[in-house]
C-alpha cells in the first residue's frame, strides 16, 4: 500500500495543494528541493540537484511513488534560445536523473507519476482532442513529447507508470487564472483575439483528486490521462464568466496583435487553444467534483 509520496516541484501552485491534500488524506509527504528551506513541517524535506546529479537516497529508497512535477515554468520569461533550452531540459534532465537514482539504488516504487501539459495537442480549433491525438509541431508539444518521452524510461526498470495531462488550473491560489483576472482591475474583461479558442481548463481541487485517483489504483497503469474538466470553454464565455463571478469588467477584445507584441512566440499559447476529452479517465470511475466553470468559479472565488 501506497503510504509514503515524494513530490518535486513540491513547493509551486500545484505542488502545495497536492502536498496538504495528501496529508489530509493520511499520506506521508516528502519534498524534493533545492533549498533546505522547511515551509511546512509536515513534510520532510530532501535536498536534490540536477546540475549537479544529485538526491539524497533516503528520498527515493522511502517513496512508495514519486510525483514529479518539477519544470521551468512555461510562461514566466519571453521564450529566447536559451529560455527555451531551458524549459526542455529542466523537464527531461530532471526526469533522467529521477530514473538514475531509482536503477542505481535498485528500488521500485508503485507508481512513477509525471505530468505533461494539454499543449500536446498544439492548435485543435473546434476538433475534440484525446490521449490517442497526435502531437503537433509547435515548439510546446516538442517539450511535452521530450518530457513524456523520459519518463516512459521508467518502464525499463519495470515501474509502473501514469503521465498526466494537464489543462489550464483554476486555483484561488495564483497561476493562469489571476493573470486573466488582472484587466479586471480597470473595469475591463479582455478576451483573446477573436475569443473563440477553446480552453481546457481543471479546478485544482479535481486535479489533486486526479493524482489520488492514480495513487490508489483507480486508474490504468502505464496509460496517459487529461486533467481537464468535461466541460471547455470558449475564451470569450470563459471570460464573461470569469467577470460575472466577479462581479465587474466590461467585456472587450484585446486585440491578437497587442498579444503577439506583448508575448512574442507565447502569444500562440492564448490566441489558439484545444478542445480535450476527459473522457478517458472518467471510464476508470473518476467523477469531477467541479464539471462545470460556474461552478468552479462560484467555489473560487467563495474562498478569497
Not at 144 to 166: D, F, G, Q, S
Not at 172 to 189: H, Q, S, T, V, W
Not at 248 to 273: D, R, W
Not at 293 to 299: F, G, M, Q, S
Request: charged share 25%; glycine share 8%; with cysteine.
Amino acid at each position: 500500500m501506497i503510504k509514503k509520496i515524494l513530490i518535486t516541484g513540491g513547493s509551486g501552485m500545484i505542488g502545495m495543494r497536492l502536498s496538504k491534500f495528501l496529508l489530509q488524506k493520511g499520506y506521508l509527504v516528502n519534498h524534493l528541493s533545492r533549498s533546505s528551506k522547511n515551509y511546512d513541517s509536515d513534510i520532510g524535506i530532501y535536498h536534490w540537484d540536477v546540475k549537479k546529479g544529485q538526491i539524497e537516497n533516503e528520498a527515493i529508497l522511502s517513496a512508495d511513488c514519486i510525483v514529479h512535477l518539477a519544470g521551468a515554468g512555461i510562461a514566466d520569461k519571453r521564450w529566447t534560445a536559451s529560455r527555451k533550452k531551458e524549459i526542455v531540459e529542466s523537464r527531461t534532465k530532471s526526469t533522467a536523473l529521477l530514473i538514475d537514482k531509482l536503477k542505481e539504488l535498485n528500488h521500485k516504487p508503485e507508481l512513477f507519476l509525471s505530468i505533461s501539459a494539454i499543449g500536446y495537442y498544439g492548435a485543435c480549433g473546434d476538433e475534440w482532442v484525446d490521449e490517442n491525438s497526435p502531437a503537433a509541431n509547435d515548439f510546446l508539444a516538442q517539450v511535452c513529447e521530450k518530457w513524456e518521452a523520459a519518463a516512459h524510461e521508467v518502464k525499463k526498470l519495470n515501474i509502473n507508470y501514469n503521465t498526466i495531462r494537464i489543462g489550464m488550473v483554476l486555483s484561488p491560489n495564483g497561476g493562469a487564472l489571476r493573470e486573466i483576472e488582472k484587466p479586471l482591475k480597470f473595469g475591463i474583461a479582455g478576451y483573446l483575439g477573436n475569443g473563440q479558442q477553446y480552453m481546457s481548463w481543471i479546478h485544482i481541487e479535481d486535479l489533486c483528486r486526479q493524482f489520488l485517483h492514480c495513487i490508489e489504483g483507480k486508474a490504468q497503469t502505464n496509460e496517459t490521462y487529461n486533467a481537464v474538466a468535461p466541460n471547455p470553454e470558449r475564451n470569450i464565455d470563459f471570460t464573461s464568466k470569469l467577470s460575472k463571478a466577479i462581479g465587474k469588467g466590461i467585456l472587450m477584445p484585446t486585440p491578437g496583435f497587442a498579444i503577439k507584441l506583448m508575448l512574442g512566440e507565447m502569444a500562440n499559447m492564448v490566441l489558439t487553444g484545444q478542445r480535450v476529452s476527459c473522457k478517458k479517465i472518467q471510464s476508470t470511475g473518476f467523477e469531477y467534483k467541479y464539471p462545470d466553470l460556474k461552478t468552479a468559479l462560484e467555489d473560487i472565488y467563495s474562498k478569497n
